[in-house]
């Protein structure tokens, strides 16, 4: 493949960068740039804005409202909303990056009719029922059982980790159909509302002091035979396929970028007596590190997007991109810090949904939320060692 831009492709470059700058709300790029918790439904707005304009869901086939962009168009938009401050994809529920995909390659007739012009609308908000106590990264053994009585199914046990449940109204799981089945072997797909009895939804605080993550308890929760996504005993390999588009998103190059752009204009401004702090040799060579990272880290999203796009499984890749992209948003967040200095320390509830404080540098408000909040990162989507362990299978297979 030729990774190098086209004259095409940089005309489609300019047509999205003018498109943000005339549709982009001002009060929304702001709160995105203070604010690392940014409220759902400032994050639906500006979905709401891209499906009318037919952009919501680029990665999606053309005949479920996709765009038709190839994967390197698609991965220019998302570096072009990320240096706008456009809010993460992620926010507004991950029913377009993760579930959407797993319903249009896998699901039914009926399913994709009811499920994905909703996700596509904004109308509903979905969250990832996976991880459970004890089966984070060794999801397999996760032991959340679904019984089938009749036309239901009747779930009971625990989810962990649920980002968003709170403004959920949709919930995809993992659950234990068969536990005779070999360990993979028995586990399906299921998806359903979250307002059925016996649901509950408790709050995790994270360190940086939000309310992002929870645990959800199913209590004998009834739900239809009809929920159940695809082929019983086959949500294993749904779960594979949608990790792969999840490890993906997860590795947030663009927004990386745009993260290190902030920080070499904050450095411009803070000084150290009479120099700026970007004139400071060991930050400018930590930042050089970060941005030679950032360009390979670009090449290998572009290679990984073209071979989705292509069919072409390589799960590899997309762990490659996961555990190298997730370690360098902890690196660029860290070097954020020790710019920040003792500034950095003014971590106060702005009473507004923000942390920061009003003597702190403007550029620097959210920056300290962003650093506590993402040192999951290298954790969440599969540990770092996780992606090691599938790096290593698949070098060292047939060995």
């Known amino acids: 493949?030729?990774?190098?831009?086209?004259?095409?492709?940089?005309?489609?470059?300019?047509?999205?960068?003018?498109?943000?700058?005339?549709?982009?709300?001002?009060?929304?790029?702001?709160?995105?740039?203070?604010?690392?918790?940014?409220?759902?439904?400032?994050?639906?707005?500006?979905?709401?804005?891209l499906h009318r304009q037919g952009w919501e869901v680029p990665a999606w086939p053309v005949e479920h409202g996709g765009t038709g962009w190839t994967a390197v168009q698609r991965y220019i938009f998302e570096e072009e909303c990320a240096l706008a401050d456009a809010p993460f994809a992620m926010l507004a529920g991950v029913g377009i990056p993760m579930v959407g995909p797993v319903i249009y390659t896998f699901g039914n007739a009926k399913q994709k009719a009811e499920y994905l012009p909703r996700i596509r609308s904004g109308e509903d908000f979905w969250c990832q029922g996976f991880s459970e106590p004890g089966a984070g990264s060794d999801l397999a053994s996760l032991r959340t059982r679904a019984v089938r009585d009749g036309d239901d199914y009747i779930i009971n046990g625990q989810k962990i980790w649920t980002s968003m449940a709170q403004h959920a109204n949709m919930i995809f799981c993992l659950v234990r159909t068969d536990p005779e089945a070999k360990t993979q072997q028995g586990i399906s797909f299921l998806v359903f509302s979250l307002d059925r009895p016996g649901i509950t939804i408790r709050p995790i605080i994270s360190i940086d002091g939000a309310h992002s993550l929870n645990e959800v308890f199913f209590e004998n929760v009834r739900v239809p035979a009809s929920s159940l996504l695809g082929e019983e005993g086959k949500g294993w390999t749904y779960a594979k396929f949608l990790l792969g588009h999840e490890r993906f998103s997860l590795a947030e190059v663009a927004r990386s970028k745009r993260r290190l752009e902030r920080l070499r204009a904050f450095a411009l401004e803070v000084r150290e007596g009479q120099r700026p702090l970007a004139d400071d040799v060991a930050f400018r060579r930590r930042a050089a590190d970060i941005e030679i990272d950032l360009l390979i880290l670009e090449q290998l999203a572009r290679r990984v997007a073209w071979e989705m796009d292509m069919g072409i499984e390589n799960p590899g890749g997309a762990s490659i991109l996961k555990l190298r992209g997730t370690q360098t948003i902890k690196d660029v967040n860290e070097l954020w810090m020790d710019a920040l200095g003792h500034w950095g320390l003014a971590f106060e509830d702005m009473g507004d949904g923000t942390h920061g404080s009003p003597t702190v540098p403007e550029l620097s408000q959210g920056r300290a939320e962003e650093f506590l909040y993402l040192q999951a990162s290298t954790i969440y989507g599969g540990t770092s060692e996780t992606q090691r362990n599938i790096v290593a299978k698949l070098i060292y297979a047939g060995q």
Do not use: C, G, Y
């Open 1 to 49: 493949m030729n990774l190098a831009t086209t004259v095409e492709e940089e005309v489609f470059r300019q047509d999205v960068r003018a498109f943000i700058r005339e549709h982009m709300p001002a009060d929304l790029a702001e709160q995105s740039r203070r604010q690392f918790h940014l409220a759902p439904a400032q994050a639906l707005r500006w979905q709401k804005i």
